[in-house]
């Protein structure tokens, strides 16, 4: 995710930067930037380039600007609002497709403010299939069936859940529970059900990228994995590749975790990490003198995972072990 804080006042920028300074601590977020002032010209210039916008102003100040940059579910950043002293967190726009309401509740605990979230199923303790797709990288078509599902599961009626056996974690959550019936069977996708209404969601690729110093156990590397992994709230079951450099290749520690797992290993050449680049990296100084790479961790996720990537994890290092998450696709298309 990718965040821009824009604030007009003295001290609406000092709840701006300690916002900033609270996510810069959180795995999940790639980019955070700060803007002052003339709020109209920086929306316009910035709408289309952030997952995320939060204006710490008035909430009228957000609605009146972003009417006319409007585009639809699917498109539309998340838009949350957060006041001068710092006390309301409001989740205004893409509340679940975007992320709004989950990073409202993040952003509250930062600033020990009230969050405000007045979508139906999060208000009756619910989860929508849109939010059940954003919560496990599923890809989701037909979202305009979406909203009908959503008002039967709002109302306290259960939806039937497909799922391939791999994905039983999901059971584990007690919000799905109270939402769905879970059957299982052999087939890859995944399908919601709801009278004579049918949904496809489709596992998008996760691959974890991963670096270690020499000689790492394989117990060090089941650590790794399950700390970046618990920053997205889903076990490391659900990765389909782990993935590292060729100076990698004969890392025990990795090969044996990943076996445990029943997780492929991808490995990458050194040629191809010597000439990836991508705007979510951040260089590494220790692997760059090592071995004249910007990283392993990071460019191998992104490699692997296949068309349009992008990090969900940027990298974690946990006791010599680095692990950096990516994703490949997108979760929610016009059908």
Same mark, same amino acid.
């Given at each position: 995710?990718? *965040?821009? %804080?824009?604030?007009? &006042?003295?001290? =609406?920028?000092?709840?701006? !930067?300690?916002?900033?300074?609270?996510?810069?601590?959180?795995?999940?977020?790639?980019? &955070?930037?700060?803007? @002052? =002032?003339?709020? #109209?010209? $920086?929306? #316009?210039?910035?709408?289309? @380039?952030?997952?995320? %916008?939060?204006?710490v102003m008035a909430t009228g100040i957000v609605v009146r600007?972003?009417?006319?940059?409007? #585009?639809? #579910? &699917?498109?539309?950043?998340?838009i949350i609002v957060v006041d001068e002293n =710092?006390? /309301?967190?409001?989740?205004?726009?893409?509340? /679940?497709?975007?992320?709004?309401n989950h990073y409202t509740r993040k952003i509250s605990m930062l600033l020990d403010a009230d969050p405000v979230i007045t979508t139906s199923t999060d208000g009756s303790g619910k989860m929508g299939v849109d939010t059940l797709a954003r919560n496990y990288w599923l890809g989701l078509k037909n979202l305009h069936s979406v909203k009908t599902i959503n008002r039967a599961i709002t109302d306290g009626k259960k939806a039937e859940l497909y799922l391939? $056996?791999? +994905?039983? *974690?999901?059971?584990?959550?007690?919000?799905?529970?109270?939402?769905?019936? *879970? /059957?299982?069977?052999? @087939?890859? /996708?995944?399908?919601? @059900? +709801?009278? !004579?209404?049918s949904l496809t969601l489709n596992p998008l690729p996760l691959v974890a990228g991963v670096g270690s110093r020499r000689g790492v156990s394989p117990k060090q590397v089941l650590n790794g994995l399950e700390v970046a992994m618990s920053h997205l709230g889903i076990p490391v079951d659900r990765l389909d590749i782990i993935a590292t450099g060729e100076m990698k290749r004969n890392e025990e520690g990795i090969m044996e975790a990943a076996w445990s797992l029943g997780i492929p290993v991808e490995i990458v050449s050194m040629e191809e990490l010597e000439i990836f680049t991508h705007p979510d990296i951040k260089p590494s100084l220790l692997v760059e003198k090592k071995f004249g790479l910007v990283g392993v961790a990071e460019p191998s996720a992104l490699i692997t995972v296949g068309d349009n990537p992008q990090l969900i994890i940027r990298k974690t290092s946990v006791n010599g072990v680095s692990v950096a998450v990516a994703v490949s696709g997108s979760l929610y298309k016009v059908h």
């Open positions: 995710m990718k *965040f821009a %804080i824009i604030s007009i &006042t003295h001290n =609406g920028r000092i709840v701006a !930067e300690k916002i900033a300074r609270g996510l810069s601590e959180d795995p999940t977020i790639i980019q &955070t930037d700060l803007y @002052d =002032g003339k709020v #109209k010209d $920086t929306l #316009k210039k910035i709408y289309n @380039d952030y997952n995320c %916008i939060i204006g600007l972003i009417c006319g940059l409007l #585009k639809d #579910k &699917t498109n539309d950043p998340a =710092g006390e /309301h967190v409001i989740s205004l726009l893409s509340g /679940h497709l975007g992320g709004a391939p $056996t791999r +994905f039983d *974690f999901m059971e584990d959550d007690e919000i799905a529970r109270n939402s769905y019936n *879970f /059957h299982y069977w052999d @087939d890859n /996708h995944i399908r919601v @059900d +709801f009278q !004579e209404i």
